[in-house]
């Protein structure tokens, strides 16, 4: 099966500082995302990215599929960026997608 | 929005219960899925979905069982609920065709 590994698996940061979020796969991945989940809430897509960089505000993703591996990368932190990402991987629309063990992210004031 | 939810939202059950999960979607989404969260393990799969009918079977498939019997309705049944399968449960749809996954709101199951 797939296997997904998720580094670091917390991180804590003073606010204003940047995070970078790895997610390693073992197997070829066809389908990327990153997800965000509030402390005990829903999850919510932040990239659909199966290869190459996408940004949205101050999260830059790039995914290097041919080297099974993909960043999330957070620029100038806030303390409302605290919670746990996700990276889930699958192979097609015919395989489920696989989750990583999520990285914990607390932003300090 | 894509809109997927779940009830009931918090279940305490007994051991050797029966507690059935549903997940409903508006998205017209093809597929969908079971999965569970515990601390230090991330989701796990447990059955998923292609479509009305049909179940599939993910990583963790024991001790539950699933049903799709339409497009939008996804159940997860637990027929003897034991003390390990208290946990956090979510349902999400998928598209088929860019496979992004659309999450409820997760629910809290607890089996005393």
């Known amino acids: 099966g797939q296997q997904v590994q998720q580094s670091p698996a917390s991180l804590v940061l003073q606010e204003g500082e940047n995070a970078e979020l790895q997610c390693n796969f073992s197997?070829?991945?066809?389908?990327l995302q990153w997800f965000y989940q509030h402390p005990g809430g829903r999850l919510v897509s932040l990239f659909y990215?199966?290869?190459g960089t996408k940004h949205t505000g101050r999260l830059t993703s790039t995914t290097v599929t041919n080297e099974r591996r993909s960043s999330l990368h957070i620029s100038s932190s806030q303390t409302t960026d605290s919670g746990t990402y996700f990276c889930?991987?699958?192979?097609?629309?015919?395989?489920?997608?696989?989750f990583g063990a999520g990285t914990k992210l607390s932003v300090k004031p | 929005e894509a809109a997927v939810t779940q009830s009931p939202r918090n279940k305490v059950a007994v051991t050797g219960g029966k507690v059935t999960l549903s997940c409903n979607q508006t998205?017209?989404?093809?597929?969908m899925y079971w999965y569970r969260q515990d601390t230090g393990h991330g989701l796990r799969l447990i059955h998923y979905?292609?479509?009305?009918?049909?179940?599939e079977k993910g990583d963790i498939p024991d001790g539950y069982k699933a049903s799709r019997p339409s497009q939008e309705n996804f159940s997860l049944i637990l027929e003897l609920a034991t003390p390990s399968q208290t946990s956090v449960y979510f349902c999400?749809?998928?598209?088929?065709?860019?496979?992004?996954?659309?999450f409820g709101e997760g629910s809290k199951l607890t089996v005393l």
């Open positions: 999400a749809s998928g598209d088929a065709d860019t496979g992004q996954l659309y």
């Open positions: 197997s070829t991945a066809t389908r």
């Open positions: 990215n199966p290869s």
């Open positions: 889930a991987i699958d192979r097609s629309n015919n395989n489920a997608p696989r």
């Open positions: 998205n017209n989404h093809n597929n």
């Open positions: 979905s292609y479509g009305a009918g049909s179940t």
